[in-house]
């Protein structure tokens, strides 16, 4: 049961990161990015790496995608 | 762009956030996480209220001037722990041959050094992550 769950989230990683390579629009990829920090967050997790899950769920989702939002503002939308 | 609902989420969430990064970074010596993580929740509660309400309100929170300041500060707190090991008679940095307290096993003032090491790197780690952020949205002064 516990492998489907890692297979389905494995899937969609790879999902996010390739749809970061493709997408045109930068505030797309920013968030796309951010759900791919989520996943990945999950995933640390079931490897049993508590602590490197926090800091990714705090920094790979959260203070990242802070970070990319800011420079689009500070520049232009589309690549 | 003043958005309600990202105010008053943000207004009930960021309270937790901060309480739930301060656990973290005091129990860093007994629990998963520590001063990384900790400062890293810590401080993108902060810029948390930044963006959703605005830099004014952001810089009522926490001013540039004290978040610099802190930055140095945990680094110089580091340091100078390190520094009473050797005055104590140790090693630079060591904690038990150095005579820090080492409490009960288990309990949340144990571990000498390391509980002391620990607040100071998570407040340098969410300083860090506040100026970052000012430093791109307003420019290099």
Sequence with gaps: M?????????????????????????????????????????????????????????????????????????????? | MEDQIARITSRLVVPFIQVYGIYIILHGHLSPGGSFSGGAIFGASLVLVALSFNLEAGSKQIPHNTASILESGGALGYIITGLVAIAMGGYYLSNKAAGFPMGEAGSLFSAGAIFIITIFVGIKVASTIVTLFYYIIEGEK
């Design chain 1, 2 to 79: 516990i492998d489907i769950l890692n297979i389905l989230l494995l899937l969609f990683l790879i999902v996010c990161a390739v749809g970061v390579a493709y997408i045109r629009d930068l505030l797309s990829a920013v968030i796309l990015f951010s759900s791919f920090g989520l996943i990945m967050a999950i995933i640390w997790q079931q490897l049993s790496a508590p602590d490197v899950a926090m800091v990714e769920a705090a920094l790979g989702t959260g203070v990242i995608s802070l970070l990319l939002i800011a420079a689009i503002s500070k520049t232009r939308r589309t690549e």
